[in-house]
Nanobody
């Protein structure tokens, strides 16, 4: 199993920035995809940003240009730098890990609240 611990959520004013971190531990395989999904109140969970083991990134259209995902493979950690935050970015952000061995894990989530 792979355990994920998220940090960095909080309350920020519109236009502000936050940096989310997610550290993985346990049975990690070297080739894996990590990233962030988010779920706003009353809405379905959606992909915010992911980065593959080869460094390929994918972003939700609405966060492109404002958010940057990165990873530190030595620390098994993925980061999401979020800038120019908007009230519609308010959501619980969940870290995700998917290994080539078929193991998928989710973090418990960290709340991001953007006030207008």
């Amino acid at each position: 199993q792979v355990q994920l611990v998220e940090s960095g959520g909080g309350l920020v004013q519109a236009g502000g920035s936050l940096r989310l971190s997610c550290a993985a531990s346990g049975s990690i395989v070297s080739i894996n995809t990590m990233g962030w999904y988010r779920q706003a109140p009353g809405k379905q969970r959606e992909l915010a940003a992911i980065v593959t083991g080869l460094g390929t990134t994918h972003y939700l259209d609405s966060v492109k240009g404002r958010c940057t995902i990165s990873r530190d493979n030595a620390k098994h950690t993925v980061y999401l730098q979020m800038n120019s935050l908007k009230p519609e970015d308010t959501a619980v952000y969940y870290c995700m890990y998917a290994g080539t061995d078929g193991i998928t894990s989710w973090g418990k989530g960290t709340l991001v609240t953007v006030s207008s």
